[in-house]
Structures are given as C-alpha cells and as structure tokens.
C-alpha cells in the first residue's frame, strides 16, 4: 500500500488530494485540499506572474508539502495550467519551486489540459454528443464531443481572473462593461469555425461558465 499526492496549480486556485493506493491497486481518496491563490492575477497586462502571486503560490506549496511529508505521500505528481503555461517568467516559477520545495511542477499545454478535463467529464455523464466548457482563471478550453469523443479542442487564453482584469473597472462589471467583455469572447469564439452551428447540449466545470457557455450559444444561433 503507498500513498500519492497530485497538485492542480491553477490561475485562481489550488488543488491538493492524496489517494491511497493497495496491494490489490483498488484507490480511493484520503486527504483533499483547495486554496484560493489567484496565481493569474495582474498576469492580463504583461504576461508576468507578479511578485504577489508568486509569494502565494509559493506559500501554498509549500504548504502542500508539508502535508504530504506529514502523511506519510511517497510521490506528488504536481502540474500548473494557463497562467504558469501563459506568464513569461513562468519556467522561473517552476525553477524556483524545485530550488526551494525539491518539487517537480509540469506547465501542461492547453491541448493535455483540454484532455484531462475531457477525461473527468466523459466518464461522469451519459450524453454522446455535447460542447465541453473547462473555465479556468486564465484560459476557458472547449470541446466538441461527438458519440462520446473529443472530436475538436481549443485552449483560448481568457479566464475568470483575466477577463475580469480586462473589463471589470469597479466592483462589480457596468452594463457597457459586460458588453464589450460579450463582443471580445464572441470574437474569440467566430475564429474556431468548427464550434459554429453545433446545435449541442453545454457542459460546463466552473462556477461562473454558465455564462460564458451562454454566450457560445448565442454566436453559434
């Protein structure tokens, strides 16, 4: 038996969950963890992972760490998405977490993270056909899943924190904000031909993708 540790470092926030695994390789999850690090925040503006975020990103790995030692983990499998992928200074990142934490962090593309959000998603529900919404902080990536396959993908590089950054001006956005915000992710959208007319049920992951899924289906009406 031999416990193992996986870290999603994500733009807005970080998962952290330790599954047990036994001699007969049945699994099941011991330990699970989620902070709040807004790792893309102020990255809209110059592609740089800012001092801040790197501290809190820092921090909560350390953090991880610590647990995993603590629990006994063998082995952490540790990956960051768009805003590590995205940020210029992002390798640096990843060079200092393994200087300063011994741990190996993978900036997956926006391709392998479309997979893997696929993959949690297809065995989950029972629809063959569908447009698969993954909104993350700093990038959305969309599917089209044909008889239960991934049969096109894109990583478009805007996320909650980074569309917030771009239009939001107050606390909360203005209509003439939220319109032009609607204008910019409809563009984004009318340069993937292969999401026009697909006439498909919306899955989303993420708490705010309702919205942006709305907004797909009125560019493909």
Known sequence: MKKIG???LGSNSARFVIYEIKDNESFHM?????????????????NMLTP????????????FVKM????????????ATAAVRIAKNGPAFITRVKDELDLTLRAISGEEEASLGFLGVINTISLKDFVLFDLGGASVEVSVVKNRKRIHSYSFPMGAVTLTEKFQSGKEYSEAERKE???FILRQFSEMKWLKNT????????????????IHQRSTE
């Open 199 to 214: 006439k498909l049920p919306v899955i989303g992951i993420g708490g705010t993708v309702r919205n942006l899924a709305k």
């Open 6 to 8: 996986f870290i999603d």
């Open 30 to 46: 011991i330990y699970q963890q989620k902070e709040s690090i807004r790792l893309g925040e102020g990255l809209f503006e110059k």
């Open 52 to 63: 801040e975020a790197i501290e809190r990103g820092i921090t909560t790995l350390r953090g």
């Open 181 to 183: 915000m609607e204008k």
């Open 68 to 79: 995993a030692k603590r629990m006994g983990v063998e082995e952490i499998f540790a990956i």
